[in-house]
């Protein structure tokens, strides 16, 4: 019965076999489905051929019948180079998907379709460049071509799709800079260049697409700054992550953005001058230069589910706010300076899947966490202790990713296996003296409860008496000290000034009616409407406790403006020949220069006669102080900082120890210091129209910032002063000073100041490096040496001698090559020259001190 069956079912297939074989359609030569067929037919699929083409499932055609206007050959295994005289015969079709194949080139003819709208190439092996005759495709709107093997430049060509809406070229092999004509498809809504080989620059332009709303540039080579994207303001996805785009990252960010990941590029800036808007779901800033003491305002952010800020250059801080972050799944605060505990708080994060806060400095006791959907944890290399909850270590065999080491935890759990404590608990987690079973431990837990509850309530009461105490005390002391110096902070908004502060040594006054109507101009932030009460409440109404330091042009605070923006507030006490307009100009003007070897000027404030200029705050202190090792709290000369060194192993300098003490003491970083302020000057005295002149070079006016990049400041600010400073500051800085402004006669013409006198201020700072000797009133070894004897004339008579190599710093003899170390004695040796035309530029400065790496 079951034989008989078998044979029927054959019998039937193969009649069905043979009528099929006899029925089989032939279109009409050199007609659209005689194309689309004979396309099928070569390369190796044949779609229902006893049927015409036009009622196929993957082919539309006109209402005619008679032309394919549409064809859907996605996924249908066709391999291999596309032939003449099939697609490219198609003159009306509009859309054509032959994604998901083994397809690897495309025919001559390809290029004449002029009517597609809809283009949709992707995921196949195209290897090919794109040719310049894309442009022909002038009605096309959507354009596909990811996921191939496509290589060369895209042709500028593209500017003739006036129509393109979507492009999307990520996973090839494109490479140079991404085309100028894409700036002339103003209907782009999406681009993904992503996963290529773009280089270079964005185009000008590029931000002036109206209707752009996704963005996706990641994983190129594609340099610039956040500015270039600060006008596009349809844009509600931003992806360039993993390039080389730099400088504030603040410029980015507006209302629309909903998913935004600048990660793996070199953004400097501080989060807590972004504006997160409430339509943020997805931010990573992770592995880039972000500074500052906070995170910013993520309030508004109460949609956020992703944020990864790992792998910054915070300062110390402690975990954010986040009360209004309960939609979080994905957390990331790894190598972000935390202090302190993780607080019970954390548990308010329901949704949270991932929870990484490894690599800081936590300490304290590991709260309870929302375990419902977590999978991933980490919380390895810090300083927490205590047990480890039991809720959290019965979770642990269920979750995906967990790691605890290299923390003073201790373990009371035997169910882990010695390979799971080897690689989750490695490093300094303690024993349990005694390996219980968790649920012993939980019924202990539950006995001591209430014996628990009374030591906290005790605890709270002594802390609570404590700190009335220390508040009663507090406040008495700070109302005497208001007493002495002048009234409250709140009076004098109040009450009409002039403001009067004191320093260590002067006392200055901002003839400033009422605080609150004096404007304070960030050119980051325009829209920000901070005045000279912000800078009064920044700096603790100037208070001697926030001064840095008293430089030549007036004192120097340490603040922080709301927002958090970490500032260094010079006060130039100096009268200015300026008016108001020429002085905020000039400052406007500074404002503009921009280098990497620069402290930027973030701001400043016209406050009476006093014109008040606002810095990024250098965290890293002076190059005099760290060179000749003076304690951070002595600031003999200009100093911005009190902080400890922090150095990151991995910035590249070979610098391995931490602290002032050794910063120094290798050759190739007093070289990069050497060549940064060397690139600085010749960037002012040649980059710049008409030519800055610094008029005061020194090593406290050379900066370190988070990064130990060298930061020349205090550029352009004589000339806010006009020519009555101009002999103060000739005659200051002892040990800087040119010989041409040194013991001139009185009845004398004064010299000019030219660049050489920079030159000559540089060649000091120069000799210092590589004798770690100060200019003036130090040891100088010489047989004839006098007591005017100073480190340039102990130098250049020593040099002269070919005895160079005997005045190396100990300190970093050894650390390179000794060559290099004379050679450079031998620059400065001509930056010091007596006579100015002796001296070099600052460019040949710069390229001689490059020379120098080839030795």
Same mark, same amino acid.
């Given at each position: 019965m079951g034989f008989s069956f078998i044979g029927s079912v054959l019998f039937l297939a193969l009649l069905f076999r043979s009528n099929f074989g006899q029925q089989q359609y032939e279109p009409i030569p050199n007609t659209d489905e005689y194309f689309v067929y004979d396309l099928f037919q070569k390369m190796g699929h044949v779609y229902n051929v006893s049927a015409p083409v036009c009622s196929w499932q993957v082919v539309v055609c006109d209402a005619n019948?008679?032309?394919?206007?549409?064809?859907?050959?996605?996924?249908l295994g066709l391999f291999g180079s596309i032939p003449d005289n099939t697609i490219g015969k198609l003159t009306k079709i509009q859309s054509l998907d032959l994604s998901n194949n083994q397809i690897t080139s495309l025919p001559n003819d390809f290029w004449s379709l002029n009517s597609l709208k809809s283009l949709n190439l992707s995921n196949n092996k195209i290897s090919m460049s794109l040719p310049s005759n894309v442009g022909n495709f002038g009605s096309l709107e959507r354009l596909d071509l990811s996921g191939n093997e496509f290589s060369g430049s895209v042709p500028d060509s593209i500017s003739s799709l006036n129509s393109l809406q979507v492009i999307n070229l990520k996973g090839n092999r494109f490479e140079s800079t991404v085309p100028l004509g894409i700036i002339s498809c103003r209907s782009l809504t999406f681009i993904d260049f992503s996963s290529n080989k773009f280089n270079g620059v964005l185009p000008n332009g590029f931000d002036s697409l109206p209707k752009l709303k996704s963005l996706n540039l990641a994983g190129n080579e594609v340099g610039g700054k956040g500015s270039d994207f600060a006008k596009l303001g349809s844009l509600t996805y931003l992806n360039i992550s993993k390039n080389h785009f730099q400088g504030s990252v603040v410029e980015i960010f507006h209302e629309l953005l909903e998913v935004v990941d600048l990660s793996s590029n070199r953004f400097e800036g501080h989060v807590s001058q972004v504006n997160f808007g409430s339509r943020l779901v997805y931010l990573?800033?992770?592995d880039n230069d972000i500074s500052g003491e906070s995170f910013g305002d993520l309030s508004q952010a109460h949609n956020l589910k992703h944020l990864n800020l790992a792998k910054n250059r915070f300062l110390e801080q402690r975990l954010i706010k986040i009360d209004s972050l309960r939609s979080l799944e994905y957390l990331n605060l790894s190598s972000t300076n935390l202090v302190g505990g993780i607080g019970n708080e954390i548990a308010l994060l329901t949704h949270l899947k991932t929870l990484d806060l490894s690599s800081n400095h936590l300490t304290g006791k590991i709260p309870l966490l929302s375990l419902q959907k977590l999978q991933s944890l980490d919380l390895s290399f810090n300083n927490l202790t205590g047990e480890i909850p039991i809720v959290i270590l019965k979770k642990l065999p269920w979750m995906e990713r967990y790691n605890f080491s290299y923390n003073n935890l201790t373990l009371c759990d035997s169910a882990f296996s010695p390979e799971t404590l080897q690689s989750a608990f490695f490093g300094s987690t303690n024993s349990c003296p005694i390996a219980v079973n968790p649920t012993s431990l939980k019924e202990k837990t539950r006995k001591h409860k209430g014996l628990e509850l009374a030591l906290v309530l005790t605890v709270s009461i002594i802390f609570l008496l404590g700190a009335l105490l220390f508040c009663a005390f507090g406040c008495r002391k700070k109302t005497t000290m208001w007493a002495v110096k002048q009234d409250s902070y709140k009076e004098e908004q109040v009450i009409s000034g002039p403001f009067s502060f004191q320093t260590d040594s002067t006392t200055w006054v901002a003839d400033v009616k009422v605080a609150t109507l004096v404007p304070v101009v960030i050119f980051e932030k325009p829209l920000l409407n901070f005045t000279f009460s912000d800078l009064l409440s920044a700096t603790s109404n100037f208070d001697r406790g926030t001064l840095l330091a008293e430089g030549r042009f007036g004192p120097v605070y340490r603040g922080f403006l709301p927002g958090g923006i970490h500032v260094a507030v010079k006060v130039l006490v100096h009268g200015s020949t300026m008016t108001d307009q020429e002085a905020a100009r000039e400052l406007?003007?500074?404002?503009?220069i921009k280098h990497p070897n620069l402290v930027p000027l973030t701001g400043y404030c016209l406050a009476g006669e006093q014109r008040i200029a606002i810095y990024d705050y250098m965290e890293n202190g002076n190059l005099h102080n760290l060179l000749h090792d003076l304690p951070l709290g002595v600031q003999t000369t200009e100093d911005w900082t009190s902080d400890t060194w922090e150095v990151d192993e991995?910035?590249?300098?070979?610098i391995q120890n931490v602290g002032s003490e050794g910063l120094l003491t290798t050759w190739r970083f007093r070289h990069k210091i050497a060549l940064?302020?060397?690139?600085?000057?010749?960037? !002012?005295?040649?980059?710049c129209s008409p030519p800055i002149i610094h008029r005061d070079v020194k090593a406290s006016s050379v900066y370190l910032d988070y990064s130990l990049e060298p930061r020349l400041s205090d550029f352009g600010l004589s000339k806010i002063f006009g020519n009555d400073l101009e002999d103060e500051i000739t005659r200051g800085s002892h040990?800087?000073?040119?010989p041409e402004f040194q013991n001139r006669d009185g009845n004398s013409s004064p010299y000019v100041i030219t660049p050489k006198s920079d030159v000559y201020g540089f060649g000091v700072i120069l000799l210092e490096l590589i004798t770690g000797k100060k200019p003036v009133e130090d040891e100088y070894p010489d047989d004839n040496s006098s007591k005017d004897l100073n480190l340039v004339s102990w130098v250049r008579g020593l040099v002269r001698k070919n005895q160079g190599s005997q005045i190396i710093d100990p300190k970093i003899r050894g650390t390179g090559a000794e060559t290099q170390m004379v050679e450079? !004695?031998?620059i400065g040796y001509l930056c010091t020259a007596d006579l100015p035309a002796k001296r070099p530029s600052m460019q040949q400065v710069v390229g001689l001190l490059k020379d120098l790496e080839q030795l």
């Amino acid at each position: 019965m079951g034989f008989s069956f078998i044979g029927s079912v054959l019998f039937l297939a193969l009649l069905f076999r043979s009528n099929f074989g006899q029925q089989q359609y032939e279109p009409i030569p050199n007609t659209d489905e005689y194309f689309v067929y004979d396309l099928f037919q070569k390369m190796g699929h044949v779609y229902n051929v006893s049927a015409p083409v036009c009622s196929w499932q993957v082919v539309v055609c006109d209402a005619n019948q008679e032309n394919v206007i549409g064809l859907s050959g996605a996924s249908l295994g066709l391999f291999g180079s596309i032939p003449d005289n099939t697609i490219g015969k198609l003159t009306k079709i509009q859309s054509l998907d032959l994604s998901n194949n083994q397809i690897t080139s495309l025919p001559n003819d390809f290029w004449s379709l002029n009517s597609l709208k809809s283009l949709n190439l992707s995921n196949n092996k195209i290897s090919m460049s794109l040719p310049s005759n894309v442009g022909n495709f002038g009605s096309l709107e959507r354009l596909d071509l990811s996921g191939n093997e496509f290589s060369g430049s895209v042709p500028d060509s593209i500017s003739s799709l006036n129509s393109l809406q979507v492009i999307n070229l990520k996973g090839n092999r494109f490479e140079s800079t991404v085309p100028l004509g894409i700036i002339s498809c103003r209907s782009l809504t999406f681009i993904d260049f992503s996963s290529n080989k773009f280089n270079g620059v964005l185009p000008n332009g590029f931000d002036s697409l109206p209707k752009l709303k996704s963005l996706n540039l990641a994983g190129n080579e594609v340099g610039g700054k956040g500015s270039d994207f600060a006008k596009l303001g349809s844009l509600t996805y931003l992806n360039i992550s993993k390039n080389h785009f730099q400088g504030s990252v603040v410029e980015i960010f507006h209302e629309l953005l909903e998913v935004v990941d600048l990660s793996s590029n070199r953004f400097e800036g501080h989060v807590s001058q972004v504006n997160f808007g409430s339509r943020l779901v997805y931010l990573d800033l992770s592995d880039n230069d972000i500074s500052g003491e906070s995170f910013g305002d993520l309030s508004q952010a109460h949609n956020l589910k992703h944020l990864n800020l790992a792998k910054n250059r915070f300062l110390e801080q402690r975990l954010i706010k986040i009360d209004s972050l309960r939609s979080l799944e994905y957390l990331n605060l790894s190598s972000t300076n935390l202090v302190g505990g993780i607080g019970n708080e954390i548990a308010l994060l329901t949704h949270l899947k991932t929870l990484d806060l490894s690599s800081n400095h936590l300490t304290g006791k590991i709260p309870l966490l929302s375990l419902q959907k977590l999978q991933s944890l980490d919380l390895s290399f810090n300083n927490l202790t205590g047990e480890i909850p039991i809720v959290i270590l019965k979770k642990l065999p269920w979750m995906e990713r967990y790691n605890f080491s290299y923390n003073n935890l201790t373990l009371c759990d035997s169910a882990f296996s010695p390979e799971t404590l080897q690689s989750a608990f490695f490093g300094s987690t303690n024993s349990c003296p005694i390996a219980v079973n968790p649920t012993s431990l939980k019924e202990k837990t539950r006995k001591h409860k209430g014996l628990e509850l009374a030591l906290v309530l005790t605890v709270s009461i002594i802390f609570l008496l404590g700190a009335l105490l220390f508040c009663a005390f507090g406040c008495r002391k700070k109302t005497t000290m208001w007493a002495v110096k002048q009234d409250s902070y709140k009076e004098e908004q109040v009450i009409s000034g002039p403001f009067s502060f004191q320093t260590d040594s002067t006392t200055w006054v901002a003839d400033v009616k009422v605080a609150t109507l004096v404007p304070v101009v960030i050119f980051e932030k325009p829209l920000l409407n901070f005045t000279f009460s912000d800078l009064l409440s920044a700096t603790s109404n100037f208070d001697r406790g926030t001064l840095l330091a008293e430089g030549r042009f007036g004192p120097v605070y340490r603040g922080f403006l709301p927002g958090g923006i970490h500032v260094a507030v010079k006060v130039l006490v100096h009268g200015s020949t300026m008016t108001d307009q020429e002085a905020a100009r000039e400052l406007e003007y500074l404002g503009r220069i921009k280098h990497p070897n620069l402290v930027p000027l973030t701001g400043y404030c016209l406050a009476g006669e006093q014109r008040i200029a606002i810095y990024d705050y250098m965290e890293n202190g002076n190059l005099h102080n760290l060179l000749h090792d003076l304690p951070l709290g002595v600031q003999t000369t200009e100093d911005w900082t009190s902080d400890t060194w922090e150095v990151d192993e991995s910035n590249g300098n070979g610098i391995q120890n931490v602290g002032s003490e050794g910063l120094l003491t290798t050759w190739r970083f007093r070289h990069k210091i050497a060549l940064g302020t060397a690139r600085a000057l010749a960037f !002012l005295h040649h980059g710049c129209s008409p030519p800055i002149i610094h008029r005061d070079v020194k090593a406290s006016s050379v900066y370190l910032d988070y990064s130990l990049e060298p930061r020349l400041s205090d550029f352009g600010l004589s000339k806010i002063f006009g020519n009555d400073l101009e002999d103060e500051i000739t005659r200051g800085s002892h040990g800087y000073i040119p010989p041409e402004f040194q013991n001139r006669d009185g009845n004398s013409s004064p010299y000019v100041i030219t660049p050489k006198s920079d030159v000559y201020g540089f060649g000091v700072i120069l000799l210092e490096l590589i004798t770690g000797k100060k200019p003036v009133e130090d040891e100088y070894p010489d047989d004839n040496s006098s007591k005017d004897l100073n480190l340039v004339s102990w130098v250049r008579g020593l040099v002269r001698k070919n005895q160079g190599s005997q005045i190396i710093d100990p300190k970093i003899r050894g650390t390179g090559a000794e060559t290099q170390m004379v050679e450079a !004695l031998k620059i400065g040796y001509l930056c010091t020259a007596d006579l100015p035309a002796k001296r070099p530029s600052m460019q040949q400065v710069v390229g001689l001190l490059k020379d120098l790496e080839q030795l």
